[in-house]
């Protein structure tokens, strides 16, 4: 199993299909951990940069990618890239490269090794958080898996069976590499959209792999008002249905420590699964 990179204490990554909100979750769990005084880095890894925006009151800032555009990899300070957001949750956008050219994943592999350089991980924060696109677990995508920068993963799913196939290919992706990489699912959250009988269907894919559904968020108004905002719902609207279960969520991220390889799923039995708890 390859060594610790880092001096970090939780290393966690969220992955999902794009558009499951995964950065709902992400951001709304930083902010919720760093209320609680804990040091928190929120890693968006997303070719869309958007993953801080509700931390940094809406706006959308430098990330590494772009800043490696004009400038070389050595002559960058942390300074250029992290940037802090609400309750002092510190924020760094990997970034993507210009749709039609260049792998989407890219970005992710050079701001590892942007932060590496500049000792963004030395800093020994209590978590890092990173927020990755699980459509495609190819190149940079998978490097937190694959390298072990990321000690648990959380699947952020939907009922709709695109959200499972896109969780079911980054249960492969664990399973491959977990011999030499320290990387383990730690939990699925459903983020509920309203799909008929979605949460027989969550909860039987969690159990197809052993687990229970960490939680059940529900579809709230109180996202889009707080993203309108530029603020997460635990800053705007911390006593909605979704900040309670959210909050209710991070103390779960805080006290629970499974850790499994998960066995995969192959397509045909994740198809008979949903069908069956679609009809029970
Ligand atoms: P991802 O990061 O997975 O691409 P986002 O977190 O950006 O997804 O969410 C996609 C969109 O769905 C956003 O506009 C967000 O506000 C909205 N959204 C996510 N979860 C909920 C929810 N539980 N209730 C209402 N809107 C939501
Ligand atoms: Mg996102």
Not at 263 to 278: F, T
């Amino acid at each position: 199993m390859t060594p610790r990179k880092n001096p970090v204490s939780r290393q966690i990554a969220f992955y999902g299909k794009g558009g499951i909100g995964k950065s709902m979750v992400a951001a709304n769990l930083s902010a919720v951990l760093a209320g609680r005084g804990r040091s928190v880095l929120q890693v968006g890894c997303d070719p869309k940069a958007d993953s801080c925006k509700a931390l940094l009151g809406g706006r959308k800032v430098a990330n590494v990618l772009e800043l490696l555009k004009t400038r070389s990899a050595d002559s960058l300070a942390a300074k250029d890239f992290l940037h802090e957001g609400f309750a002092g949750v510190h924020c760094i956008e990997a970034g993507g490269p210009e749709p039609g050219i260049g792998c989407a994943g890219r970005g992710i592999i050079l701001a590892i090794d942007v932060m590496t350089k500049t000792g963004v991980y030395a800093r020994g924060y209590d978590y890092v958080i990173y927020d990755v696109l699980g459509d495609v677990v190819c190149g940079g995508f998978a490097v937190p898996i694959r390298e072990g920068y990321a000690d648990r993963v959380y699947l952020v799913v939907s009922g709709e069976f695109l959200s499972l196939y896109a969780a079911n290919n980054i249960m492969k992706a664990i399973h491959r590499h977990a011999q030499r990489s320290a990387t383990r699912l730690a939990g699925i959250v459903a983020n509920l959209t309203g799909a008929p009988r979605e949460r027989p269907i969550v909860t039987a894919f969690a159990a197809a792999y052993g687990l229970e559904v960490l939680e059940f968020l529900p579809r709230d108004p109180a996202v889009q008002d707080s993203e309108n905002h530029g603020m997460s719902v635990i800053e705007r609207h911390p006593d909605s249905p979704i900040g309670k279960r959210l909050a209710a969520l991070a103390r779960k991220i805080e006290t629970r420590t499974t850790a499994i390889v998960p066995k995969p799923l192959d397509d045909s039995s994740l198809n008979a699964l949903v069908l069956r708890a679609a009809r029970s």
